[in-house]
């Protein structure tokens, strides 16, 4: 999953069969997750080791058995910790609403009249099934395809028999604030090679550079500038990785224009210099 897109536009799966299942470790070059959301609905189950995951400015220390839902259009992303975890993106409107009975549930869902509880723990009838249903994708058998709606189906089932979701009768204040970084986002997805300021930012946003800072640290856990550094080092990472730029070049693509400044804030954030991140690619 191409983490560093905030708004992801890629096809997930086929116009078919609008699914798609990824399985991330540490040797992913998209192994830590940069803020970003799609249309689709996530399922986010972790295998082993933890993952600090915020989801629409709420924290989430998420463990082994541990299943996430990331409702579309919801702001997310978060740091693994020895972490192996698998996604499933899919769009429940193409895949499951094709039954009068169906779309009474989900469209309750998508109308945002009820909520969907967002941490489920280990141990519970909704996490064992969704066990069941990413060991299916991870070695997918004849019919997988059926398999994988029938625990679809039976996980929505559970999420209304077991009342896990609130009802609502309007989009909080705070949840409607938060797409007004939406935009923030996408500028810095788009511009981060360049000059971005505070006071860049928080234009965009329509926010005085003070309420902004306090509004984005709210939500991110960072304030604007540490974030904006952080995704560049993550961008960095990831060209070094996947397209071999050099560590200078890769500097220069990503808005340092200074290498040693760059070599200092990539080992903030990573704990080694670029040179030592590029030997443990090449032994992966």
């Not at 470790?25 to 995951?53: A, C, N």
């Not at 915020?54 to 463990?63: A, E, Y």
């Not at 429940?92 to 967002?118: C, D, F, H, N, W």
């Amino acid at each position: 999953m191409h983490y560093l897109d905030y708004n992801e536009k890629k096809q997930h799966g086929t116009g078919e069969f609008p699914l798609e299942y990824y399985s991330v470790d540490e040797h992913h070059p998209r192994y830590h997750m940069p803020f970003h959301w799609h249309k689709e609905t996530e399922l986010l189950f972790v295998r082993s080791g933890q993952i600090e995951l915020s989801l629409d400015g709420v924290s989430h220390l998420v463990g082994p058995g541990d299943l996430l839902y990331i409702s579309e259009g919801a702001i997310h992303g978060g740091d693994p910790i020895n972490c192996v975890y698998e996604c499933l993106v899919f769009d429940p409107k193409q895949l499951l609403m094709s039954l009068p009975a169906v779309r009474y549930y989900l469209r309750k869902i998508e109308r945002k009249e009820v909520i969907v509880q967002q941490h489920f723990t280990a141990s519970s009838q909704i996490t064992a099934c969704a066990d069941v249903l990413f060991r299916l994708l991870s070695n997918p058998p004849i019919g997988w395809e059926l398999l994988v709606l029938g625990k679809l189906f039976e996980l929505y089932g559970l999420i209304f028999e077991d009342k896990c979701f609130e009802i609502v009768n309007a989009v909080p204040v705070s949840q409607g604030k938060i797409w007004q970084l939406k935009p923030v986002l996408e500028y810095i997805d788009n511009n981060y090679r360049l000059p971005i300021s505070l006071e860049d930012l928080s234009r965009i946003a329509g926010m005085s550079p003070k309420y902004f800072c306090r509004f984005f640290s709210a939500i991110i856990h960072r304030t604007p500038i540490d974030y904006l550094n952080y995704y560049r080092i993550e961008r960095a990472c990831y060209l070094m990785e996947t397209e071999e730029l050099t560590v200078t070049d890769a500097a220069y693509e990503c808005g340092f224009n200074d290498s040693s400044y760059f070599v200092r804030i990539f080992k903030k954030y990573k704990g080694i210099t670029p040179k030592q991140y590029m030997k443990i690619i090449c032994r992966s």
